[in-house]
């Protein structure tokens, strides 16, 4: 399989015009939720896709922690996205965004449970078999622990990714929103993951409130997660980073730095 | 503990977006945190939705948005922001800017309220504070500006 | 006793020669109107600035809502609580003649509903109109007159028609045919009347341009503090005044930019997911110089 390489970012439709001007882009990720498989493409993706660059979906609402399966229609778009766009691979999160019919509006955590674990991999296998490529799975962040934790989060991942054979797509800013919020050496967790299984690696923004550092993905990346990015590079370097960014843009020449501080930081060419 | 998740997940869940209790041994603050941003992101997205009408609040925009919407679970960002404005013009507080947008949200497409929106297949009128909104092949025109 | 032929000519020749003078006509105005409609192609990224494909696209008025679309986003342009437009700075560098009326005008604290008819502003836009006539884009009025003459040509077999069908029904003469005949002629002369003020070239070259920026309408959100302010100038161009309501719906308020009825957002967005739900329509809160506070956005997504 040949996988996603180098820097990328995250296309939205609100900066299509900007992620259409990367000369050197080779990958991007699209929020599989916001493609229609039956529907024609966003001329954006069509463009990318006709110059070579390869578009991974990733999914954001599929559950794959909920208790209950997931749902099958669900799967078959993300299938059908993947099918649609020719992608390398899919990604999703190892987290809930629903229960007991009341929608969360965001990616929640699971108790380090071995009861999670196998609710997790009994749904990452159900979508497996629908899927025509690999899967990664992303760790998320979050703001609170479950109080009846069992395994630590190195374990807990590596489980379930030793379980599923799935990828790993690792979050760098959700490794350093996890350490700063729940406590942890965010280096010692990136020593203990299975980093051979890395398909690519988020970096993404984030801001302090309330005595909180928040993901926001709406703010510049800030200097600790670069550092990270640094560090993980230095050892076993990922083939793929992807810069995400939902919101609050910057003026294109701030958005070229930070892809820029990407390629320096991690080793890979530059795209701008 | 085994067996449970289901419940435990919808527990949070609740606790989370429709006020129900902080379940049972999770720290209150970060819980209430998470719950806090959620809002946030929340009024960020229905903006993306409403943008008149949540230009027309301004600065009051996050602050009226997460307190209409703080244990209100979501019905996604384009309902969520039609309730509200509806709201707002039902308690004479929707901005001129937030009339107009609901007036041609209203002459496009029929909600009830519970179900989604569905385009009108029909011409339609719609008037909501003082602003008067036609739709006619699905293309709207705002007939009236809402009185400033 | 039989009723005479009108005119002294019998129905059928009459209707014959009418007939075949109609048809020459019509197609000698179409072929006429093809010819003068062409223009002259605009070779691959012809160097067409924004108010430019805005006056193709809309006129003068449009050329001048562009020009102040960027004007706006470069922040030299802003308006008073009297609706007055004000200057708030000196001219980005590259600014065009239209530019520069349009921020003269605004240091004068025109209205915007004045702009066009400002006298400065009108000379700029008359040369905008000159440079696109002599590159085959648009019309002039020399040009559509001609174009007309020929709609005028069919008017007149019109006329002659609608007498004799007249006269015949008065004569108790058999009228059918040329009634019939009547109908497609009426319409080659209202279609014929309609003079364009672009040529097909530039036609063809705004569709381009609108399939090649699609990232810039509004009903995409396009993030305009990304993009530079001739980008924003070729929204405004290509997409209408949703462009300015959508980037700066504060300032498009109180400077009473005409509206125009924002796009359609989307199907049921049920948006949870982080970036953009189904669709993603609108401006987003958290990019407008108007609303929303800069803390108030983007609480944390975690994926």
Known sequence: ?272 | MSGDLAARQAELVAALVAGGPLPPGFAPAPVAAARRALLRKRAGDVARHWPLLAAGLGPAWPATFTTWADGRPTNGSLRDGWDLARDLRDRDTLPPLGAEELAEREAASRYDGRRPPRPRRLPALARTGGAVAVQVAGRVRLLRPAPR | MTPSDTWGIPGPVFLRWYLLLAVVVVVGAIVHRRRMLEGTPVAVHGGLGPQQVAFLNGGDQLAVWAALGGLRHAGVVGVRPDRRLTTGGPLPAGATPVDQAVHHAASRGLHTRELAADEWVRRAVDELRDDLVRRGLALDQERRRTLRRGALLVGFLLAIGIVRTVTGLFNDRPTGWLLLSLFPLGLAFVLLNRVPWRTRAATAALNDMRRRHAWLRPDAGPAYATYGPTEVALGVALFGTATLWTMDPGFAEQAEIQRQALGHTGGASTGTSCGGGPTAGGASSCGGSSCGGGGGCGGGCGG
């Open chain 1, 1 to 272: 399989m040949t996988g996603p390489s180098g820097v990328g970012i995250g296309w939205r439709p609100e900066i299509a015009g900007f992620v259409a001007g990367l000369p050197g882009l080779r990958f991007v990720e699209v929020v599989a939720e916001a493609v229609a498989p039956a529907r024609p493409l966003p001329d954006g993706l069509t463009e990318l896709r006709g110059r070579g660059v390869d578009v991974v979906p990733h999914g954001v609402r599929l559950s794959l922690g909920g208790a209950e399966p997931v749902d099958p229609a669900r799967v078959a778009h993300l299938a059908g996205v993947a099918a649609a766009l020719d992608a390398p691979l899919v990604s999703e999160h190892i987290a809930f965004v629903r229960a007991g019919g009341l929608e969360a509006g965001h990616l929640l955590p699971l108790p380090r449970s071995r009861e999670a674990v196998a609710a997790v991999v009994a749904n990452v296998r159900r979508t497996q078999a629908e899927l025509p490529v690999p899967l990664a799975l992303e760790p998320i962040a979050a703001l609170f622990d479950w109080p009846d934790d069992e395994l630590d989060e190195a374990d807990f991942l590596t489980e379930i990714l030793d379980a599923t054979g799935a990828l790993l797509l690792l979050d760098v800013a959700n490794v350093h929103a996890n350490a700063r919020n729940r406590g942890g050496d965010p280096a010692a967790l990136l020593d203990r993951l299975p980093l051979e299984r890395v398909a690519y690696v988020h970096v993404a923004g984030g801001a302090e409130h309330g005595g909180f550092y928040h993901d926001t993905h709406t703010d510049p990346v800030p200097a600790a997660v670069l550092d990270l990015v640094r560090e993980l590079c230095a050892g076993r370097r990922p083939p793929a980073l992807l810069l995400e960014r939902d919101g609050h843009y910057p003026p294109a020449a701030e958005l070229r730095g930070e892809l820029d501080a990407l390629a320096a930081a991690s080793g890979h060419p530059v795209v701008t």
